[in-house]
């Protein structure tokens, strides 16, 4: 694998996304909470249905843009970063937040670390409290492709496959 050190423009357009997120354009009144890697775009629910390419949903948590650990992690390395539980009707599962998350005065974590990036207090032995911090720190200190899976370029906006 060749050695990455931009964001491939997936990566690039998932840490950009924002909260609260946006409305579709076709359907005005359903948020963009489907993220395909392959186009590098977010879709609604509706858009989504006929899309050819997998895709991963991006929800709102508390104030922080979240993607299901399990769906990320295929497309790149999510150890250390902090995960959270979130709830479903059906089950629990576990999400990483994109983006750092507000400053808060209190912490609930009585055994913590901080973040290696912001300083965020984070459970032990977690070592970033969200991707784009871990994101940052491996491209200050070595290769993003020590930590991309399945693709083999940077700067492909088709994430082609290795």
Same mark, same amino acid.
């Given at each position: 694998?060749?050695?990455?050190?931009? +964001? =491939?423009?997936?990566?690039?357009e &998932?840490?950009?996304?924002?909260?609260?997120?946006e409305?579709?354009e076709?359907?005005s009144?359903? &948020? +963009?909470?489907?993220?395909?890697?392959?186009?590098? +775009?977010?879709?609604?629910?509706?858009?989504?249905?006929?899309?050819?390419?997998? &895709?991963?949903?991006?929800? =709102?948590n508390?104030?922080?843009?979240?993607?299901?650990?399990?769906?990320?992690?295929?497309?790149?390395?999510?150890?250390?970063?902090?995960?959270y539980?979130?709830?479903?009707?059906?089950?629990a599962?576990?999400?990483?937040?994109l983006?750092?998350?507000?400053?808060?005065?209190?912490s609930?974590? +009585?055994?913590?670390?901080?973040?290696?990036v912001c300083?965020?207090?984070?459970?032990? =032995?977690?070592?970033?409290?969200?991707l784009?911090?871990?994101?940052?720190h491996?491209?200050?200190?070595g290769? &993003?492709s020590?930590?991309l899976?399945?693709?083999?370029?940077?700067?492909?906006?088709?994430?082609?496959?290795s």
């Open positions: 694998m060749a050695r990455i050190d931009v +964001k =491939p423009d997936w990566l690039h &998932l840490l950009s996304l924002k909260s609260p997120q409305n579709c076709i359907h009144s359903t &948020l +963009k909470e489907m993220f395909c890697v392959d186009c590098c +775009k977010s879709f609604c629910k509706h858009c989504s249905s006929s899309h050819q390419h997998p &895709l991963f949903q991006v929800k =709102p508390n104030n922080y843009l979240a993607v299901r650990l399990d769906d990320l992690d295929q497309h790149i390395n999510c150890s250390f970063i902090m995960p539980t979130q709830s479903s009707s059906s089950h599962f576990k999400v990483v937040a983006n750092q998350r507000p400053p808060t005065n209190k609930r974590i +009585k055994d913590g670390t901080k973040c290696r300083k965020r207090v984070i459970e032990k =032995p977690n070592e970033f409290c969200c784009d911090c871990k994101v940052e491996i491209m200050t200190h290769y &993003l020590s930590i899976r399945n693709f083999a370029t940077g700067s492909s906006s088709t994430g082609t496959p």
